[in-house]
């Protein structure tokens, strides 16, 4: 008697089509070195999911270098110690007399992480992956000073990362585990903070990313910020009223790009699967730092055909676009520009030069989950400041669907006499499109 097959789970369609659009990331990813911060609160919390995903995380090739906080490590012991802590502009000042409460915070928080990374994963689908670990004396430091009056004791910053020590291991297929403490050449011990460890690893070890789990998401009212570029996020944070552990993420985020590393992303860590959905989805969930805009317009290429057609075939399908063949696009490439992001081209137009100073704008599409943004409006923008360059005075726009935006854009309907010859001649009587202009 034949079986019935189990029905589809609803979420089938969805679960494969993400997984389609993971691919490139996880290409992307494969043998690149990624830091990672997370505060030590994160251990009593939410730390198993976050093991499984760093699991995931090196079973895709990616090379780790984890940074672990303690700050509330220290400020529970001296708490029970009955000692006030001492900041001076959010750094701690770290008398002789706390110094062994530092040090038994970053050996606690060093041997719990390891232990927990070390117990395997049972009941998961990671199970039997054995996850190697390094910690050591990697960092150097030397006392920060007397700053402002105020004598940091043994309070240190970053002299040196033993790169050549961190790059033998990752070779060696072990995550790199490192704690906010460093020794001076003289044996000294340093209290350093984890956020600048964190920085100062991923600049000496040119990390391909470094990222931050925070423990809130970086907002501007109640919106998640998505990204900043570098100067945006120094504008942000001189500007708004921020949690402490924010700022410290964003400002070690903009010394870090500012000193070559591509992308710092920060993310709420209380988010399951935070760093999975930021890794690898082209949107993510958290907030993207960089140097410059990862969203940008430029000239198409011939690699940007297939991207352009994905883009405009639906809406030539809804009549919305008037159709045009592979080779036609070829043809006219050089007319082109797209808004391209992580590889994907989010919006496309064209410009046709035509006679006496005058042009077409064609071709003016957004992908439909980033609709809503202005980008339509970027598009325009770049292609009046092309045209310009061009000695061009005069943009014609044929619409059949988006008349208003384009009214709402500064242009004015003309009738079909109006049109230059090269247009007049092509014009779709059956589409009957409204024919717009605009001097520029």
């Known amino acids: 008697m ?3 097959p189990e029905p589809p789970h609803a979420d089938e369609p969805e679960f494969v089509k993400w997984f389609r659009s993971s691919s490139p990331y996880i290409h992307a990813h494969r043998n690149q070195t990624f830091v990672i911060f997370f505060s030590d609160s994160l251990i009593a919390n939410d730390f198993a999911s976050f093991i499984h995903d760093i699991a995931l995380l090196k079973s895709l090739g990616i090379r780790l270098i984890l940074v672990h ?3 509330h490590h220290i400020d529970q012991y001296l708490q029970q110690s009955a000692i006030k802590p001492v900041f001076h502009e959010n750094n701690r ?5 706390i110094l062994p409460l530092i040090k038994a915070s970053a050996g606690q928080v060093r041997l719990e992480t390891e232990a927990l990374l070390s117990m395997g994963l049972p009941n998961s689908p990671m199970a039997g992956a054995r996850i190697k670990v390094s910690s050591g004396n990697y960092v150097t430091a030397q006392p920060k000073g007397v700053i402002d009056g105020i004598d940091f004791g043994y309070t240190g910053i970053v002299r040196r990362i ?25 044996g000294e011990i340093f209290n350093l903070n984890a956020e600048q460890v964190a920085t100062e690893v991923a600049v000496a070890m040119c990390a391909k990313k470094m990222i931050l789990l925070t423990e809130e998401h970086c907002q501007q009212g109640a919106h998640t910020i998505k990204q900043l570029t570098t100067s945006e996020a120094e504008a942000f944070v001189d500007a708004q ?10 400002k070690a985020a903009i010394d870090c790009t500012r000193r070559g590393v591509a992308r710092v992303h920060l993310i709420n860590q209380h988010t399951d699967g935070a760093v999975l959905l930021e890794l690898f989805s ?9 140097a410059n805009s990862f969203e940008r317009i430029r000239p198409a290429s011939i690699d940007d055909i297939g991207g352009i057609l994905e883009l405009i075939t639906p809406l030539e399908k809804q009549g919305i676009l008037v159709k045009r063949s592979r080779e036609k696009l070829e043809m006219d490439l ?16 064209a410009l046709h030069c035509l006679e006496n100073g005058a042009a077409e704008i064609a071709c003016l599409a957004i992908h439909p989950e980033y609709r809503g943004e202005h980008r339509g409006r970027q598009l325009l923008d770049f292609l009046i400041n092309l045209a310009r360059k061009k000695a061009i005075h005069k943009l014609y726009a044929l619409s059949s669907q988006t008349m208003h935006w384009f009214i ?21 009587y059956q589409r009957s499109s409204k024919i717009f202009y605009r001097e520029i």
């Not at 709402?408 to 779709?428: C, H, M, R, T």
């Open 408 to 428: 709402e854009q500064g242009f004015e309907q003309g009738e079909i006499n109006s049109l230059p010859d090269a247009l007049k001649i092509f014009y779709n």
């Open 162 to 186: 033993d790169t050549v020590s961190i790059k033998q291991q990752l070779e060696q297929d072990n995550i790199v585990l490192i704690s906010p403490i460093g020794f001076s050449v003289t």
């Open 241 to 250: 009223q921020l949690e402490d552990s924010i700022t410290r993420s964003l």
């Open 93 to 97: 000042v770290t008398p002789a007399e």
């Open 2 to 4: 034949p079986v019935n």
């Open 334 to 349: 050089t007319d082109y520009i797209v808004i391209e992001r992580d590889g994907l081209i989010l919006g496309c137009t």
């Open 69 to 71: 906080g303690i700050r």
């Open 282 to 290: 082209r949107d993510g969930i958290g907030t993207l730092i960089s």
